[in-house]
Every structure is written in structure tokens, then in C-alpha cells.
């Protein structure tokens, strides 16, 4: 017999499961958010980052230790901007603080799934309304559901540190590194609202669009990162500029 057999063909690759995923995203984001644009799937790591996020904050928050730094964040963030508190104010805010968990985790559960399907529809209106992309809204809040990760995982890192530093002040912002600067100062707010593990959630979301849109990474990286620090710096002046 002088035929030759066809060769058969590769059988599919499975699609990764819910743990595969959540690793991935960490260790070897590019591969994963192939598997994700090709099958995407956001409820379960949507909602297995909220349970995170949800039970650490609430967690940290029913303890005094929670309860006092949250209290002293509220006051010192209002300070920031300006606002000096009356014992009256300061009184009824010390009255709420035992309903802050309560009050944290209602709106980090109505709010952590809003936030992310704007932040997918801002970005699906412009990678393919003004970049020319095909993407599906679906795929899109996928890759933004699964960059989730890395905030899960920060809270996961910090709320443990918060409790032993008896602050809700991230322990992974760059104003960590320069503790002798004067926490009024414009640098000292800049630096101080620059954090590490956001710029890590950012830098993994531009490889889960540059993947889905068959994109370079570092355009898109440079893109969001420039607007991140646009936010930050924008803040930190209006904070210097009221609190003078």
C-alpha cells in the first residue's frame, strides 16, 4: 500500500479550571489569558475574588485593632483634604465604626462588580471603537475579572501586615520606602499613593488585552500606567493644595 495515512489531527486542549487560572494569572499571565480569550469565563474568579477581598476586609474589621485603624483612616483622609473634624463629628463617627464591616462588605459587593464591568465597557469603547478591535464585551470583563487576582491577592498580603501595623495605610505604597519625608509634603502624598500591587494588576491586565487583541504589551502597559499616574498625581496636589 503506497498511500500515506493523514496524519490525525491534535485533539483540543482542555480549558484550564478555576485553580489553573488564579495561578496562571501569576505566574504565566500571557498562557492563561489565551486559555481566557479563547473560552472566556468570569463569574467563578469574579466571585472567588470578592470572597477574598470581602471576608479579609470584614475579618480585619470586627477586630478593635480593625475598627481603631479604620476610624483613624477615615479621620486622617478627611484631614488630607482639608477637613478638620468637630468632637461632635469626630463622636458620631466613633459611634458608626462597630458597622463598618457591615457597611465595607455591602459595598465591596455591589461595588467591586460595577467597578469592573465600567472599567470593561471604558475599555472595550476604546480598543474597539477607536483602535479598531472586534473583541466581545464578555471577553473583555473575562480578562478585567481575572486581573481581579491581583487584588485579591494584595488584600490576602496586606490585611495581616494592617493588623500587626494597626493601619489600613498600604504597606506596599512607595511612601514605605522614605518614612523621613513630611507626610504633608506633595511627594510624601504622591509617593504614598503610588502602590506597588496596583501597578502589578496593571501591567497584567495589558497582557490580557494585548492578548485578546493580538496587541504589544508595552504600548498598552505604558498607556495605563501614564493615566495611572495622571490620578495619582492629580490627587496628591489636590490633597497638598487643601491641606495648606
Given amino acids: ?3 500515506i495515512a493523514a496524519s490525525a489531527p491534535a485533539p483540543a486542549e482542555a480549558p484550564k479550571g478555576l485553580l489553573a ?8 499571565p500571557r498562557a492563561t489569558f489565551a486559555d481566557v480569550a479563547a473560552k472566556p469565563r468570569w463569574a467563578s474568579v469574579l466571585i472567588l475574588c470578592m470572597v477574598v477581598v470581602i471576608s479579609g476586609v470584614f475579618v480585619l474589621l470586627s477586630t478593635d485593632v480593625g475598627r481603631e485603624a479604620t476610624l483613624d483612616q477615615q479621620v486622617r483622609t478627611l484631614e488630607s483634604f482639608g ?23 455591602a459595598s465591596q459587593l455591589v461595588g467591586i462588580p460595577i467597578v469592573a464591568m465600567i472599567l470593561s465597557a471604558v475599555l472595550l ?26 487584588t485579591a491577592l494584595a488584600t490576602a498580603f496586606s490585611l495581616p501586615l494592617d493588623y500587626v501595623r494597626e493601619t489600613l495605610s498600604s504597606p506596599t505604597n512607595l511612601g514605605v520606602f522614605v518614612p523621613f ?34 496587541r504589544r504589551t508595552g504600548p498598552i502597559a505604558t498607556g495605563l500606567l501614564l493615566m495611572y499616574a495622571v ?12 491641606s495648606s
Avoid: C, P
Avoid at 487560572?21 to 504565566?28: A, D, E, F, P, T
Avoid at 469603547?125 to 491581583?150: E, S
Avoid at 511627594?187 to 501597578?199: A, K, P, T, V, W
Avoid at 495589558?206 to 493580538?214: A, F, H, P
Fill in 125 to 150: 469603547g476604546v480598543f474597539n471603537a477607536i483602535l479598531g478591535g472586534d473583541a466581545t464585551f464578555q471577553k473583555v470583563f473575562a480578562v478585567v475579572a481575572h486581573t481581579g487576582v491581583i
Fill in 231 to 242: 490620578i495619582v498625581v492629580a490627587v496628591a496636589a489636590i490633597r497638598s493644595a487643601l
Fill in 21 to 28: 487560572r488564579v495561578i496562571g494569572v501569576v505566574v504565566s
Fill in 83 to 105: 477637613v478638620k473634624l468637630t468632637d461632635t463629628q469626630y463622636a458620631q463617627m466613633e459611634a458608626r465604626a462597630d458597622n463598618a464591616r457591615y457597611l465595607a462588605a
Fill in 181 to 214: 519625608l513630611d507626610e504633608a509634603s506633595f511627594l510624601s502624598r504622591l509617593l504614598g499613593s503610588i502602590d506597588l500591587f496596583q501597578i502589578w494588576a496593571l501591567v497584567t491586565l495589558s497582557i490580557g488585552l494585548g492578548v485578546l487583541y493580538k
Fill in 1 to 3: 500500500m503506497t498511500g
